[in-house]
């Protein structure tokens, strides 16, 4: 097929939305996470009437044919796999999800094959519909482990009880963020699992601040940036802390799920 002696190609793929923007009119972008070919840039033309209801929805997971022209994407139909309309009940959960899409956007490879990532992502945002895990430890091990898909596989031998986040290694102590046993555990865990797996742990409170202190500071190190989906996140986290009437610590040692 050609349009003004451009050749259109059709591309059917899976795709999971990580990002909506209004456009022209009732038109919308689309950020859509493929394994085939990273993250796209799509435009939904209208109303998507060739699209099922949720398929082109924040953080749908949809069958998809698009067509290409010049490097441009575009919607022809889609079929929702699965909608993860569950995050939008609870803010935080809703803002930790907006995190993990932004992170990655900037992370993924465009144009290149990126199943891992989308993987990594079902996988986490199973973990926080099914809330068999809490989100700060669902939110940490999304973190490291894609630091470690992206490339930047962190030193975790050794017998160090701190870990520095700008040279991601265990150090003495005193000198990076002060990390416990458990946290160390969990930290190796994730690094390794299979990513079915990297969810599929339990820490204590304070191995849970240690690790989630750990992995988000080695985050913001290595992509020097500013997320303010990450602000938005641990403020709500921050209020519902306040506001809970109740904790319920849990024990100190990993458990396969």
């Known amino acids: 097929m050609k349009t003004?002696?451009?050749p259109v190609v059709p591309l059917s793929c899976k795709g999971l939305v990580l990002r909506v923007q209004q456009a022209k009119g009732t038109n919308r972008l689309l950020s859509v996470l493929t394994a085939e070919r990273g993250v796209l840039k799509v435009t939904a033309y209208g109303?998507?009437?060739n699209a099922d209801a949720g398929a082109l929805q924040l953080f749908g997971y949809s069958d998809l044919l698009l067509m290409a022209k010049q490097g441009y994407y575009r919607v022809e139909s889609a079929s929702s796999v699965h909608s993860f309309y569950e995050l939008a009940n609870i803010p935080e959960h809703f803002a930790l999800a907006s995190y993990m899409a932004q992170l990655l956007c900037d992370a993924?490879?465009?144009g290149m094959p990126a199943g891992n990532y989308l993987e990594l992502c079902l996988h986490a945002f199973d973990a926080l519909t099914r809330k068999k895990r809490p989100h700060r430890l669902v939110k940490a091990a999304f973190?490291?482990?894609l630091m470690c898909e992206s490339g930047y596989m962190p030193d975790l031998s050794g017998d160090g009880e701190g870990f520095d986040p700008m040279g991601g290694k265990l150090c003495a102590r005193h000198i990076?963020?002060?990390m416990t046993p458990g946290a160390i555990a969990a930290m190796r865990h994730i690094a390794q699992a299979p990513v079915e797996k990297i969810f599929g742990f339990n820490v204590g409170e304070e191995s849970l601040n240690a690790l989630s202190a750990a992995c988000e500071r080695?985050?913001?190190?290595?992509?020097d940036r500013v997320y303010p989906t990450l602000s938005y996140y641990k403020q709500l986290s921050e209020f519902a802390q306040i506001v809970s009437s109740s904790v319920r610590p849990a024990s100190d040692h990993q458990e396969t799920t």
């Open 218 to 223: 080695f985050v913001l190190a290595q992509s």
């Open 176 to 178: 990076g963020v002060w």
């Open 143 to 145: 973190e490291l482990r």
């Open 108 to 110: 993924c490879p465009v």
């Open 4 to 6: 003004d002696g451009h």
């Open 47 to 49: 109303s998507g009437k």
